[in-house]
C-alpha cells in the first residue's frame, strides 16, 4: 500500500474560527478509512479541502505518487485526478432509468473511460452490467430512477461514481436514512470497491463503522484526537471524554 493524499498542517478558518486546526492525514492505495468526530469537528470541511471546495489558509495536500498539489487545481481538475465524492443526498438522475444514469456516468469522460464507453457499445454495456452488478441493482436497470428506494438511490450514485474509475471515493455519511439492511448492503458495497482504491467514510453510526473492519480516524475541533482501529480509538480517555460518552 503506497500512500496516495497526504495533508499536513492544514488548518482553515470561518470568520476566525478554526475549523480544521493544523490536520494531518495519510491514506494510501487501496485503503478504507473511517473518520468519525462530534458534530462541527471539521469532517465536511475536511473533505471540502480535498475537493477543492474549501481552500486552507495553510497546510499542503499532496496527491499520487508524484506528490503533485492540490491547493491550485480547481475542483473540476480535482475531479479529474481522479477524486469523487458522495454528498449525503443523492444526485440521481430522476427521469432517466438507472442504466441510463450509468452510461451519464460512464460518458463521463475521466481518465480511461470515454465515449467508447458508451452503452451503445458492447464494451459500455458490459461495463453497465458490471457496475450494476457491484452495486447490487442488476434486477433494476429498466427502472426509473426516481422510484427506487432511498438506498437504492444512494448505491446508483456510488455506482456512478465509480464509473468515473476514481482512485479516491469520499462518502460522507452514507448511513443516514438508510434501512438496517441498506446499510448492511452499503457496508459490502463500499468494502469492494476499498479493495481497488482508497474509500473515506464520514459515519456518525458506530455498528455501519464497525462493519467497514478499518482504520478510524477521529477528528475533534479540527484536528486528529486519535487513529486506529475502531477497538483502539473507542478506548481513548479523550475520545470518550468528547465524543462517545456524551
Ligand atoms: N463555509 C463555512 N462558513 C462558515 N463556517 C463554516 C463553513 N463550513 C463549516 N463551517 C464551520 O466549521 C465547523 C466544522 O464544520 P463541518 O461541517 O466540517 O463539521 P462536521 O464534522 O462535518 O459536522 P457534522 O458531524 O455535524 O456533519 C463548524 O463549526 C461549522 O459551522
Ligand atoms: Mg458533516
Known amino acids: 500500500m503506497s500512500t496516495l493524499l497526504e495533508l499536513s498542517g492544514v488548518s482553515v478558518s470561518f470568520d476566525g474560527f478554526r475549523a480544521i486546526n493544523n490536520l494531518s492525514f495519510q491514506i494510501g492505495e487501496p485503503e ?67 442504466r441510463e444514469n450509468l452510461a451519464m456516468a460512464l460518458k463521463n469522460p475521466r481518465g480511461p473511460f470515454d465515449v467508447l464507453m458508451h452503452r451503445k457499445t458492447p464494451e459500455g454495456a458490459a461495463r453497465i452490467e458490471a457496475l450494476a452488478e457491484e452495486i447490487g441493482l442488476t434486477g433494476q436497470l429498466g427502472r426509473i430512477a426516481g422510484e427506487l428506494s432511498h438506498g437504492q438511490k444512494q448505491w446508483l450514485e456510488i455506482g456512478m461514481l465509480l464509473a468515473q474509475a476514481p482512485r479516491l471515493l469520499l462518502v460522507d455519511e452514507p448511513a443516514a436514512g438508510m434501512t438496517p439492511a441498506e446499510r448492511e448492503h452499503t457496508t459490502d458495497l463500499l468494502k469492494r470497491a476499498a479493495e481497488t482504491r482508497a474509500v473515506v467514510v464520514v459515519e456518525h453510526d458506530m455498528e455501519f463503522v464497525r462493519r467497514l473492519e478499518c482504520k478510524v480516524t477521529v477528528l475533534h475541533e479540527g484536528s486528529v484526537l486519535a487513529e486506529g482501529s475502531l477497538d483502539h480509538v473507542t478506548k481513548n480517555k479523550d475520545v470518550i471524554d468528547v465524543y462517545l460518552g456524551r
Open 32 to 98: 478504507m478509512r473511517a473518520i468519525i468526530g462530534p458534530n462541527g469537528a471539521g469532517k465536511t470541511t475536511f473533505m471540502d479541502i480535498i475537493t477543492g471546495k474549501t481552500r486552507p489558509d495553510a497546510g499542503s495536500v499532496l496527491w499520487g505518487e508524484k506528490s503533485v498539489s492540490l491547493l491550485r487545481k480547481s475542483e473540476s481538475a480535482i475531479a479529474r485526478e481522479g477524486i469523487g465524492r458522495k454528498f449525503q443526498k443523492p444526485t440521481v438522475f430522476e427521469a432517466q432509468t438507472v
